[in-house]
């Protein structure tokens, strides 16, 4: 189960939230920037319980502790989200997003 507090200054009402899984890629490295991410949840919570499936596809960050990366998006009325051309979705760029360690 995964919970967040919304955005300090979120420019406008949340409408909703989008979390991301980073996944196991054999082309990316450690950094948070170049690793692959899924969305695993969308909703106007700011919780949600990621399936068990889903995360046994996660990538792992060895850095110091092993820990499974989240990255969450708050949308608002000012940003979208609209499908990636490759089928997944991609974070808005006016959206406010955070990278979540579980450890």
Known sequence: HL???P???SNGNISEYSVYLAIKNSQSTESPSSLAFVLVYRGDSPSCTVKTTSLQNAHVDQTNKPAII???AAKNEKATDLPHKSGG???PRRAQTSVLLIR
């Open 89 to 91: 979705y991609r974070i």
């Open 3 to 5: 919970a967040w507090d």
């Open 7 to 9: 955005p300090a200054n």
């Open 70 to 72: 989240f990255r969450i």
